[in-house]
């Protein structure tokens, strides 16, 4: 049988929100038969009239569309420079200033064996040219998640589902890498100081409790702890989380605490990551 292809049309706008010449780019998190947009967003300080850049995606894992502008006046045209690259060239007909917000469309078709999380893309050779010809290079902006698989993986790896997936373990320690994210730990090498960890519970109480960390600042997912007797039901049942009071400059630590109840003899706790909405 045949795995339907995800159908994803990426639109990237153009807006003001950032200091001169930075660039944001949104993601590409979406499930199978799922449409999100993939948002671009630019300070237009210089009067850009033009721009340009090559969106860079693993082949095995998408296959993308000719780009197509939204309203204002805007024209936009790409093409495929080489397998898995595609040039975009955003311009106006009449030499007119982009306005302060540009829509474009790219469709992507996200193929069978995408990773949880959706593949990574990078935007590279940006260049916008003002009225006088003057070009600049803006300097980029990933969503957290995007960056994070950037710095840990080459751009080929990228590509391969097996390594980036959300749910994936490269390191085989036992942390999938969006609880890795989570926990600020790297995902290609075991970290014993940043792993979860059994305390001792205290008030007289039979449970267990577990010590973690989790990174400072963190939006695009949550971590949560649930609960299991048996290791197949899971929830967060009788499980009360709390700060320790500990920090550093990067994470915080917390303590997850499950109370046993009468008779009760064994009982598992896991970290959970899940990315929250538009990430």
Known sequence: ??????????????APCCPADTMAVGSTNAAPGAVVSLPF???NTNQIVGMQF??????????????AAGSGGVTAESRELAAGQRRVVVF??????????????LPLTLKPGSPAGGPTVTVKNIILTNRQGQTFSPTLNYKALDA??????????????ELIGDGK?????????LVEFLLGSNPRASEPARAPRAVPVTGGNQGIAVSFRTAKNVTAAQLSIEGSPDLAT??????????TGQEDATSLEYQATFTAAAGEQRHF??????RTAGN
């Open 1 to 14: 049988m045949n795995t339907p292809l995800a159908s994803i049309a990426l639109l990237m706008a153009f």
């Open 169 to 177: 373990d490269p390191d085989a320690d036992g942390l999938s890498n």
């Open 54 to 67: 090559d969106l860079v995606f693993p082949t095995a894992l998408v296959e993308a569309g000719s780009a």
């Open 148 to 161: 994070w698989r950037q710095l840990h993986f080459t751009e080929a790896e990228r590509g391969d589902p």
């Open 269 to 274: 706790l896991r970290l959970v990551g899940t």
């Open 234 to 243: 899971w929830n967060g049942n009788g499980i009360t989380v709390s700060p």
């Open 41 to 43: 967003s630019f300070t």
């Open 92 to 105: 106006s007909p009449t030499n007119a200033l982009l306005p302060n917000e540009v829509v474009v469309s």
